[in-house]
C-alpha cells in the first residue's frame, strides 16, 4: 500500500480523501493543517489531523506528502521546503512561473533524495499531456486551448476583493464561433478575448454603489478588460441555490496538415466536462502519487512533470493488463 501524506485540507485536500479511497493500492496515513487538528473531521476510518508543523516526525511512515495548497503563496514556499524530506506531488498551476518552481523543487529534491512531481493536474497536467502528443503527431500545426465553461476561483476572489461585494462567482465560456472555427480546421487567428467571454454573479452589501462595482470588474487588469464582461446581480440565496458548485472542462485542439503537399488537413480534440474541478484535480494528483512512488523505488530523484511520467505509471494495473486490455 502507498501511504499518502495530505497537506492542506480544502477543497483539493477533501477531493484527494475522496480519491485516495477509490484507489486500492493507496491508504491515507493523514492530513496535515495550519489549524486546530481538532476542528477537523475526516472521512476516512482510522486516519489522524495532525499540526502542519509536526511532519517531519512523520517523515519515515508516508511515502507521497500530497500538498494541496494554493500556487500563489502555499506551493512555491511549501515544495521546495518538503521535497527535501519527503516524496512530494503539488499542482502549481501558474503557467508562467513554472520554470523556476521546478528549479527550485529540483534543487531542494536533489539534495534530499527524493523526487518530487509538479503541476499535477488538467492544466497544468492532463492538457499539458494532450499538446505535447498532439504536436508530437501532426509538428506542422497550432494549438488552440479553451476553458470552460467552469468557475474561476482565482477571478471570483478578485471580484470579492472589491468594496462593497459580498460574495461571487465567475464563469468562464468559450465563444462558440471560435471554437467552430477552430474545430474546423481553419486554424484562425484569435486574441484573448476572442477566445472567452466571463460572466459575473455578485453579491452586494446593501447600498453598494453597482454601477462602480460593475465598472471596477470589467476594467480589471489582467482579469476582465480583455474580455466581453457580463455582471449579473443577485440575492446571496440565489448564489447559493444556483451556483454553488465549482464545475470547469475545457478543449486542447490541434489542427495541422501532412502530405507532401500538404493538401490533407487533420484535427484532434481532448476536452473535459468536469462536475467538481477540485475532485478531478485530485483524481489527477493520486495517479500522479502513484507514479512518483514508483519512480522513486527506482531511485529516481529531483522534479519531474508529467512529460517524464511512463504512462503506466500511473495506472494500478500491471503492464500485462495494461497491454491486454488498453493496448
Not at 476583493?161 to 471554437?179: C, F
Not at 454573479?201 to 470588474?217: L, N, P, Q, W
Request: charge should be negative; glycine fraction near 10%.
Amino acid at each position: 500500500m502507498i501511504r499518502i501524506g495530505i497537506m492542506g485540507y480544502g477543497n483539493l485536500g477533501k477531493g484527494l480523501e475522496c480519491a485516495i479511497s477509490q484507489n486500492s493500492d493507496m491508504e491515507l496515513f493523514g492530513v496535515f493543517t495550519r489549524r486546530d487538528p481538532k476542528s477537523l473531521k475526516l472521512l476516512t476510518e482510522g486516519a489522524s489531523v495532525y499540526s502542519a508543523d509536526s511532519v517531519l516526525d512523520y517523515k519515515d511512515k508516508i511515502d507521497v506528502l500530497v500538498l494541496c495548497g494554493g500556487s500563489a503563496t502555499d506551493l512555491p514556499k511549501q515544495t521546495p521546503q518538503y521535497a527535501k524530506d519527503f516524496n512530494v506531488v503539488d499542482s502549481f498551476d501558474t503557467h508562467a512561473k513554472i520554470p523556476q518552481h521546478f528549479e527550485a523543487v529540483d534543487n531542494a529534491a536533489k539534495e534530499g533524495g527524493k523526487i518530487a512531481l509538479i503541476s499535477c493536474g488538467w492544466d497544468p497536467g492532463m492538457f499539458s499531456l494532450n499538446r505535447l502528443y498532439a504536436g508530437a503527431i501532426l509538428p506542422e500545426g497550432k494549438d488552440y486551448t479553451f476553458w470552460g465553461k467552469g468557475v474561476s476561483q482565482g477571478h471570483s476572489d478578485a471580484i470579492r476583493r472589491i468594496d462593497g461585494v459580498l460574495d461571487a462567482k465567475q464563469y468562464t465560456i468559450p465563444i462558440e464561433s471560435a471554437l467552430e472555427a477552430v474545430r474546423k480546421g481553419e486554424n484562425p487567428t484569435l486574441s484573448t478575448g476572442e477566445k472567452h467571454r466571463r460572466e459575473c454573479f455578485v453579491v452586494v452589501a446593501e447600498g453598494a454603489d453597482k454601477a462602480r462595482i460593475e465598472t471596477e470588474i470589467k476594467t480589471m487588469p489582467n482579469y476582465f478588460d480583455e474580455y466581453e464582461t457580463t455582471v449579473h446581480f443577485i440575492s446571496a440565496e440565489e448564489l447559493k441555490r444556483d451556483h454553488s458548485g465549482i464545475p470547469h472542462g475545457g478543449f486542447v485542439i490541434r489542427c495541422g496538415k501532412t502530405g507532401a503537399e500538404r493538401q490533407n488537413s487533420h484535427v484532434i480534440e481532448y476536452s473535459l466536462k468536469l462536475d467538481s474541478n477540485p475532485e478531478f484535480t485530485s483524481s489527477v494528483i493520486a495517479a500522479c502519487a502513484r507514479a512518483a512512488y514508483r519512480m522513486s523505488n527506482e531511485g529516481m530523484t529531483g522534479c519531474k512533470t508529467l512529460f517524464d511520467v511512463p504512462p503506466a505509471y500511473l495506472s494500478a494495473l500491471s503492464g500485462a493488463e495494461l497491454r491486454k486490455n488498453l493496448l
